[in-house]
């Protein structure tokens, strides 16, 4: 925090604002403050000897100096920090990003040579036989060991039949492992990594074989998780009824088989994405992809295992940590999204985008980490119920088809612009890491509220009164905030709470005869899931979040970055959270003459932040607000 002088230092510094100081006139004490302060802020650090020689000449041009300086890593990352202090787009493991299809679990059994040896599976794949389907490969008879849904092992592991461990499992050289894993013989064996962000290094257990000894080369999987195609056709396995507890389920498994759902009956046959976890879940033809880079290695059994070491500490930026250490499955994911935020936001200040563009950019940066991401992870949150309205294959937030396929996870420090990520992308709105962090709509509408109009929901000063009213914009007590907010949240109401799944209006009309309520209650598990009962009519379900606007609701994420960008007070946000950054300080009504100067700055420039921040470093405020010796503060100076 930067400390204010009282209004006597302004007044000295008023008349220090000669852009190039005279031949024969050296720095004042308040010019030296001022170059310290925009070396800081533009450089990221206090300036260099050479550099203050360089500011000591006689004719040392400040301005020139400034516009030198308002480009390049640094100066983007100081505007960057502006917008996540502002949106605070971290995801800790309170986001438990554990999705069934992604996940490569291990266990440890006895080869047919009585060696002990790994097998990865995951949990939910569908195999074409009763022993096993969504379940180990290998059936309890064949192993001796019990694999349960907790992670836990029972039994004693006794050598597996060969021919059953040729016909279950097989042995593929995966992508954590091979830089070329696309290739048809994969050579190219990475080493351990430094633990830094952009080395793959995975964890030290998933280096060495069960023995503990022996370099890992190639793993074991299940043969049906080691398939390679994209799209696979819906299994119907005849089960129609499950089994009764009291009879001995097959090959000694001890969760009941899994029955034919009314979805894979009326479907059976038909091809399904492999890259969707109902695709997963239907259809036995669905493996991991090539390398099985569509799925995540673990080294345990269990619920998010280790998978990766990560930087742990990175106040220099991901690729200076200052530690490392080995983290989960889904921290990995976690960690990539909010690099891809930190790169977004690079990109635009670097290229001096429009600033909308937060909001309003169809395109994003990716890498290695993310580009597998978008291609084959993201689409494993979809669809669930959604197969009850014939939605089984997501329509994406960003179109897997305009990712570039050339980048593998092995790219992890290529960052590559894509211009286009399709029609439902809006800026950071709809990164995972923004949907992760603002698990709802309603919190997604606030911090947008917040951090890009600079306003806030206020409460009425009323007791709350016991109320059955559903409708929050009329509700005694909570209208004054909700009457704002609710139609702000009906712009996400297409877009799942704590996942990125979209809803398309082909399959999930806000308005849905065939889920119109009977008693008050909606006919079906699946309609419920997406219609909310309480804002339904005997005529038609109305989707959830919805009710705040319908039109909103259709628009989506675009159409809530079109109205914030075209409000009033997005030029003047903007304005007072880089001000009060640079300043150290909040605005007062003092400062609503720079203000409104800094807002024309940014509305004459193309809302190009360089055009306002210039201005910025040049007013009398930033000077100010940086001639603070540290004598002053011992006397009382206030912020």
């Known amino acids: 925090m930067r400390w204010i002088h009282a209004m006597s230092a302004v007044a000295l510094l008023g008349a220090v604002t000669a852009a190039a100081r005279p031949a024969d006139a050296s720095p004042t004490r308040e010019q030296y403050r001022l170059f310290r302060a925009l070396s800081i802020d533009l450089q990221g650090r206090i300036p260099l000897p050479d550099e203050i020689a360089a500011f000591e000449r006689?004719?040392?041009?400040?301005?020139?100096?400034?516009?030198?300086?308002?480009?390049?890593?640094?100066?983007?990352?100081?505007?960057?920090?502006?917008?996540?202090?502002?949106?605070?787009?971290?995801?800790?493991?309170?986001?438990?990003?554990?999705?069934n299809p992604l996940v490569l679990r291990r266990v440890r059994v006895i080869d047919p040579d009585g060696n002990p040896a790994y097998v990865y599976f995951r949990r939910a794949q569908r195999r074409d036989r009763v022993e096993s389907d969504l379940d180990f490969c290998l059936s309890p008879e064949e192993t001796g060991i019990t694999v349960a849904a907790n992670g836990t092992l029972t039994g004693t592991a006794h050598p597996i039949d060969r021919a059953a461990w040729n016909q279950r499992t097989v042995e593929v050289r995966?992508?954590?492992?091979?830089?070329?894993?696309?290739?048809?013989?994969?050579?190219?064996?990475?080493?351990?990594?430094?633990?830094?962000?952009?080395?793959?290094?995975?964890?030290?257990?998933?280096?060495?074989?069960?023995?503990?000894?022996?370099?890992?080369?190639?793993?074991?999987?299940?043969?049906?998780?080691?398939?390679?195609?994209?799209?696979?056709?819906?299994y119907l396995s005849g089960r129609l009824t499950a089994l009764p507890r009291t009879e001995p389920y097959p090959g000694g498994r001890v969760t009941a088989p899994p029955t034919d759902s009314a979805y894979a009956r009326a479907h059976a046959g038909q091809m399904v994405s492999c890259t969707s976890g109902t695709g997963v879940s239907l259809s036995d033809d669905c493996g991991c992809g090539v390398g099985l880079e569509r799925c995540m290695?673990?080294?345990?059994?269990?619920?998010?295992?280790?998978?990766?070491?990560?930087?742990?500490?990175?106040?220099?930026?991901?690729?200076?940590?200052?530690?490392?250490?080995?983290?989960?499955q889904g921290d990995w994911s976690r960690f990539w999204?909010?690099?891809?935020?930190?790169?977004?936001?690079?990109?635009?200040?670097?290229?001096d985008r429009d600033v909308r563009g937060l909001l309003t950019d169809r395109g994003t940066m990716v890498n290695g980490a993310t580009a597998q991401f978008y291609r084959g992870f993201a689409g494993s949150t979809c669809c669930g119920n959604g197969t009850q309205f014939d939605y089984a294959e997501p329509a994406?937030?960003?179109?897997?088809?305009?990712?570039?396929?050339?980048?593998?996870?092995?790219?992890?420090?290529?960052?590559?612009?894509?211009?286009?990520?399709?029609?439902?992308?809006?800026?950071?709105?709809?990164?995972?890491?923004?949907?992760?962090?603002?698990?709802?709509?309603?919190?997604?509408?606030?911090?947008?509220?917040?951090?890009?109009?600079?306003?806030?929901?206020?409460?009425?000063?009323?007791?709350?009164?016991?109320?059955?009213?559903?409708?929050?914009?009329?509700?005694?007590?909570?209208?004054?905030?909700?009457?704002?907010?609710?139609?702000?949240?009906?712009?996400?109401?297409?877009?799942?709470?704590?996942?990125?799944?979209?809803?398309?209006?082909?399959?999930?009309?806000?308005?849905?005869?065939?889920?119109?309520?009977?008693?008050?209650?909606?006919?079906?598990?699946g309609c419920t899931s997406f219609y909310d009962p309480a804002f339904g009519s005997s005529a038609q379900g109305m989707l959830r979040g919805a009710y705040g606007s319908l039109a909103h609701a259709d628009e989506g994420p675009p159409g809530l970055a079109r109205a914030i960008v075209d409000a009033p007070e997005f030029a003047s946000c903007v304005v007072k959270n880089v001000s009060e950054s640079f300043l150290g300080r909040s605005l007062t009504a003092e400062d609503q003459p720079l203000q409104e100067s800094l807002v024309t700055s940014l509305r004459s420039g193309g809302f190009r932040m360089r055009s306002m921040v210039r201005a910025l470093l040049r007013a009398d405020a930033y000077r100010a607000a940086n001639n603070l010796a540290s004598a002053t503060w011992r006397e009382g100076a206030t912020p």
């Open 58 to 99: 006689p004719g040392f041009d400040l301005d020139a100096w400034i516009d030198q300086h308002l480009q390049g890593a640094a100066y983007a990352e100081r505007l960057r920090r502006v917008y996540l202090d502002a949106l605070r787009l971290e995801v800790g493991s309170m986001f438990n990003f554990v999705s």
């Open 174 to 234: 995966p992508w954590w492992l091979y830089r070329d894993y696309r290739s048809a013989s994969p050579s190219q064996r990475i080493s351990a990594g430094d633990g830094s962000a952009m080395t793959l290094s995975p964890v030290a257990g998933l280096l060495m074989d069960a023995d503990n000894t022996t370099p890992t080369t190639t793993v074991r999987v299940c043969r049906e998780e080691a398939q390679t195609a994209d799209r696979g056709a819906v």
């Open 337 to 351: 999204w909010a690099q891809e935020a930190v790169h977004f936001l690079d990109d635009l200040f670097v290229r």
């Open 396 to 525: 994406a937030l960003f179109d897997p088809a305009r990712v570039p396929t050339d980048l593998t996870p092995h790219d992890l420090a290529t960052w590559r612009r894509v211009d286009d990520r399709g029609p439902q992308a809006a800026g950071l709105l709809t990164t995972p890491i923004f949907l992760a962090k603002y698990g709802t709509r309603r919190a997604r509408a606030h911090i947008v509220y917040n951090a890009f109009l600079c306003r806030q929901f206020v409460a009425e000063n009323l007791a709350l009164t016991p109320s059955t009213e559903p409708n929050l914009m009329v509700r005694p007590g909570c209208a004054a905030c909700h009457a704002a907010l609710e139609p702000l949240s009906a712009y996400f109401t297409r877009v799942t709470e704590s996942g990125w799944t979209f809803l398309p209006p082909a399959a999930f009309p806000a308005l849905n005869p065939a889920c119109a309520t009977r008693g008050g209650n909606s006919p079906n598990g």
């Open 297 to 328: 290695p673990g080294n345990s059994l269990g619920n998010d295992p280790a998978a990766f070491n990560l930087p742990d500490n990175v106040p220099l930026g991901a690729d200076q940590p200052l530690d490392s250490r080995a983290q989960t």
